[in-house]
């Protein structure tokens, strides 16, 4: 990647609370990060860490019992960390940060055909004269992979299968002319095949529409093939962070360790596959040295007292464990996720090329 | 897999229609697979191509418009006995697929689990009911407290598992498990994958094991039917399909896996299946045993253009 990149949203020490029955739970815990404007940010993490709470810090849409209690959001010149009302959020929500959720018919009005939904966008976020709008509107059908557009254009959510849902979706957040995309699980309800077809889709629009992506999930598989970076949260703290490379083939910390060894494309038959033991910390109480500690076998003493620092492993690589201080005794990645390297694709390409015919190529 | 196979489960020319006669929908259309005793056996394809109406159909759920259904030779379609539907849905489970919406959400976990029980034929005591109920959840890995909890109160995984624990406590001896997994977390998966390997290794238990994801099949099943829109196309042992798969539907299902490997995905080809390559027309497919234990579906100069890939691949 290239090293003097525009920076477009900046994060820094953020905390996000939520008050639940008399009780505070600690939901963000410090975190910082750069986003790097056209670049492509995975967010990977079990249930729970706060993938979805953070970014929505980012869009003010956090449920009413949760606040930013800390920290500071850059975006644009203005601290969107110190935005309480709506109408500060109005001029962000869509039109430069957009949001793609993981169940379409949540974000898809059951009642307006698919064609004004998109139209809506457009007015509000293109200032577009309505005579141009239902051209526009189909270009995007189109765009997002939607067979006869015209047609599709005057028909309601239902009428669609869940993957084409998804693009439609996608579809009305593109029509907002956002900056920054963000794609909250895109393809967890939707079958591998479909999955595939969307993440391709995603990246194409990436590039036609100049747009700085966030994808979150909880599966690494999914990210290896659209993400330029991966950020690793556990417990409300991002504790790994760097290139798709950098965190695939030279992970350091254990948490991620642990992430990629659970892949189940790195088991082997007949044998358990690997999981994680334990349950994440609970966040209603205050968070002792490294969260990861008590389910990590080989955790040092310190992990259990002190929150370890970030340690840089390269300029776009960084861990918070203190396996990378010098003082710390040599603990080696399991030695499963060093095949990650000598994965061979499920589908061998030399049977395929002997048919002729066969499936064609996308 | 062993030398004597001892058939548990066969489906023969299974139909399954939805709606009305004016808007007749047939979900599954002409299936037949056998299922052996002790075996994980895989039945995937995408979303709405019939794979839960087939399980569904199993445990008579779901009516069929034709074919028949054996279990241990005895035909279990149609019109049965009561004798024999109790017995039957002692014998036969299902996992279902989303659990959060296959809970009772107002029952507490201790009635959830046993509620089976109550349609059986020997009632148990409310002792023995204790007993069951905690007996199958520790099987599963929850606490016996958790028995007075509602689901809401559970994570996804222990969701699922309260799901496994209600199957487990009729002592079945055929699971089918809709999906049991995708909805999860990476982390529970695995937990849960192993519990029905173990589950399966001390009690001989048989699975029908449905899932979208070819790639965890693939260390869980002994077998794998590809299913497309309601028909089956391939069915094979699963190292062999993964070594030769021949129909390209079957191809285009093995490409879409992510590969946890940011270069050689980044690289990988992606392939879409076009059901209109086929030239169907005038030389309908059939189900076909291309090499032993091999069935695909395909016409004659398909199958031909098949047969020559298999032998260059020895
Ligand atoms: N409205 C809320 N009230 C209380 N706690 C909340 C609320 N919303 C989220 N949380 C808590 O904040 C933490 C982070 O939640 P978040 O939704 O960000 O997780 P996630 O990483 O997106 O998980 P998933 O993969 O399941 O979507 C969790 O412990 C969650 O229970
Ligand atoms: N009770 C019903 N009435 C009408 N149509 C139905 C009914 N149940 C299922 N179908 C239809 O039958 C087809 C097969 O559905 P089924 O639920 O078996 O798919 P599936 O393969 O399990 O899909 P998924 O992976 O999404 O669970 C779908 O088109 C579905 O809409
Ligand atoms: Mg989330
Ligand atoms: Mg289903």
């Given at each position: 990647m290239d090293t003097k990149q525009e920076v477009i949203l900046s994060v820094r020490d953020l905390e996000v609370k939520f008050n639940l029955r008399g009780k505070v739970l600690h939901?963000?815990?410090?975190v910082s990060l750069d986003l790097y404007k056209g670049e492509s940010l995975a967010i990977v993490g079990e249930s729970g860490s706060g993938k979805s709470v953070f970014v929505k810090t980012f869009m003010g849409l956090l449920d009413s019992n949760g606040y930013v209690s800390g920290g500071s959001i850059e975006y644009d010149g203005k601290n969107l960390a110190q935005y309480t009302q709506d109408k500060q959020w109005r001029n962000i929500r869509g039109g430069q940060i957009a949001m793609v959720l993981q169940d379409p018919m949540t974000s898809l009005n059951p009642l307006k055909t698919v064609g004004k939904q998109i139209c809506e966008a457009l007015k509000l976020h293109r200032n577009m004269p309505k005579k141009q709008m239902k051209d526009a509107a189909i270009e995007i059908l189109r765009d997002v992979g939607i067979p006869e557009p015209e047609k599709r254009f005057s028909q309601y959510p239902h009428e669609f299968s869940g993957g084409m849902r998804q693009r439609v979706v996608i579809a009305i957040a593109v029509a907002c002319n956002p900056k920054i995309l963000i794609c909250d699980e895109p393809t967890t309800a939707l079958d591998v095949t479909i999955q595939a077809q969307i993440l391709h889709l995603l990246k194409e629009l990436k590039e036609k529409y100049d747009l700085t992506t966030i994808y979150i999930t909880h599966d690494l598989g999914v990210v290896a093939n659209v993400a330029d970076r991966i950020a690793v949260m556990y417990a409300g703290d991002i504790v790994e962070i760097g290139t798709c490379e950098e965190v695939f083939y030279n992970p350091q910390h254990p948490y991620t360790w642990a992430l990629l060894s659970s892949l189940p494309q790195l088991g082997v038959k007949g044998q358990e596959l690997f999981s994680i033991k334990g349950t994440p910390p609970n966040l209603f109480y205050h968070v002792e040295g490294d969260a990861f500690a008590p389910r990590?076998?080989?955790?040092?003493?310190i992990d259990f007292k002190e929150r370890p620092p970030y340690f840089e492993v390269s300029p776009t690589h960084k861990a918070r464990t203190w396996l990378l201080d010098p003082r710390a005794p040599k603990v080696e990645p399991p030695e499963s996720i060093r095949n990650i390297r000598n994965l061979k694709p499920l589908l061998n390409p030399d049977f395929v090329k002997t048919a002729a015919g066969g499936a064609s190529d996308e | 897999m062993n030398e004597k196979k001892e058939l548990l489960l066969q489906v023969k020319h299974l139909e399954v229609t939805f709606g009305n006669r004016s808007h007749k929908f047939r979900a599954v259309d002409d299936v037949s697979f056998d299922i052996y005793k002790g075996e994980t056996f895989g039945l995937v394809g995408e979303s709405g191509s019939g794979k839960t109406t087939i399980g569904r159909a199993i445990i008579r759920i779901n009516p069929i418009s034709g074919g028949e259904i054996l279990y241990k030779g005895e035909r279990i379609s149609g019109k049965i006995s009561r004798k024999k539907d109790k017995a039957l849905t002692r014998q036969i489970q299902m996992i279902f697929q989303d659990p959060m919406a296959s809970l009772n959400e107002r029952a507490k976990v201790d009635y959830i689990v046993s509620e089976g029980l109550y349609s059986g034929e020997h009632r148990p005591s409310e002792g023995d009911r204790k007993k069951a109920v905690e007996e199958s959840l520790s099987d599963v890995g929850l606490l016996p407290e958790f028995s007075s909890r509602f689901p809401h109160e559970f994570s996804g995984g222990q969701r699922q598992r309260i799901g496994i624990a209600r199957a487990l406590i009729m002592e079945p001896e055929f699971i089918i498990a809709d999906e049991p997994i995708s909805a999860l977390d990476v982390s529970i998966r695995a937990q849960v994958l192993n519990l029905l390997s173990r589950l399966q290794k001390e009690r001989g238990l048989t699975y029908l094991f449905i899932a979208h994801d070819l790639s965890v099949m693939r260390f869980i099943t002994d077998r794998i039917a590809v299913i497309h829109k309601g028909r089956l196309v391939e069915l094979c042992d699963t190292e062999r399909l993964f070594a030769a798969p021949l129909h390209p539907y079957t191809q285009a299902l093995l490409s879409a896996i992510p590969l946890p490997d940011p270069i050689s995905e980044k690289k990988k080809k992606l392939l879409v299946y076009d059901p209109s390559i086929h030239k169907y027309e005038d030389n309908p497919p059939t189900w076909t045993e291309i090499e032993p234990g091999h069935f695909i579906l395909a016409n004659e100069p398909e199958l031909e253009k098949y047969r020559r890939q298999l032998e260059k691949l020895g």
């Open positions: 939901a963000i815990r410090g990590n076998p080989q955790a040092l003493n | -």
